[in-house]
């Protein structure tokens, strides 16, 4: 199994709302504020190219529109990923996980990659994210970390890639939801931070696996999950913790 424990401290797409989401940029940005792991969202092009995108579509987050995974990598890598964000940002693209993993290795840093299928292909994206990541991580040191909330892209992942660790992601503590971490046989559990209390993160620490959660912005949040003993905060708010990222790296 290649290392996944990351540190206590991560940031949310990159450098959470204070640079475009998932791209380069937001990572080099969360990184000048003392990050040292970062989460981000992976999903396909119609060709089989993993890149960083939150949506199904364009829209939010770029200059164009329509679904992301209808398109090849060859118009994907002409879209403008960080004007939308303000003029300074222009012209950011949006990165492929091969440009992601150089980075985050080259510099040490952990990952948390959620695996973000476009709808419909579950399956086929966690199979091609956890092929691309065995590869790239092949010699690397720095850890990494599958997350996904859907069940059948993580499953997709430990067939390519058994041997990088997964994490179920829950938005809502669904039935079922702990017999199927288990089954997937995760290392770790990253719910949001609302879910998160004492008695579910013993049942996670019993059963052996680590409780993470996101997105962690205020102060009181933090001081509550500190308190629990909690093993990871995914935030947006990179400006207002990076002291404690930088400590959380020494
Ligand atoms: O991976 C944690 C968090 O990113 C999950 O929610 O919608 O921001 O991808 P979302
Ligand atoms: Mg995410």
């Not at 003392?34 to 829209?59: I, M, N, Q, Y």
């Not at 199927?180 to 609302?194: E, I, P, S, Y």
């Not at 209390?197 to 205020?218: F, I, P, S, W």
């Amino acid at each position: 199994m290649l290392d996944s424990t990351l540190p206590l401290w991560i940031a949310h797409r990159g450098a959470g709302k204070l640079a475009p989401e998932n791209t380069l940029a937001a990572f080099r940005l969360g990184a000048a504020h003392g990050f040292r792991a970062f989460e981000c969202d992976v999903k396909l092009s119609a060709d089989g190219v993993p890149f960083l995108l939150h949506d199904d579509t364009l829209d939010r987050t770029s200059d164009r529109h329509g679904v992301a995974g209808a398109l090849p990598w060859s118009a994907l890598s002409r879209v403008d990923a960080g004007g939308w964000h303000g003029p300074a940002w222009a012209g950011e693209t949006l990165p492929t996980l091969d440009a992601i993993a150089r980075w985050v290795i080259a510099n040490g840093h952990g990952l948390n990659l959620e695996i973000k299928p476009t709808t419909g292909l579950e399956r086929e994206t966690g199979r091609a994210v956890g092929r691309a990541c065995a590869e790239l991580w092949r010699r690397a040191a720095t850890p990494l970390l599958l997350s996904s909330f859907k069940p059948e892209a993580l499953e997709g992942a430990s067939e390519t890639a058994p041997q990088i660790a997964r994490a179920l992601l829950l938005d809502k503590l669904w039935t079922g939801w702990f017999e199927a971490a288990q089954a997937l046989g995760c290392v770790a559990v990253v719910t949001n931070h609302r879910c998160m209390d004492a008695a579910l993160l013993a049942r996670l620490h019993g059963a052996g696996m680590r409780g993470l959660c996101y997105t962690v912005n205020e102060p009181a949040d933090v001081r509550r999950l500190l308190g629990l003993g909690i093993d990871g905060l995914i935030t947006d708010a990179v400006d207002r913790y990076p002291a404690a990222a930088a400590a959380d790296a020494a």
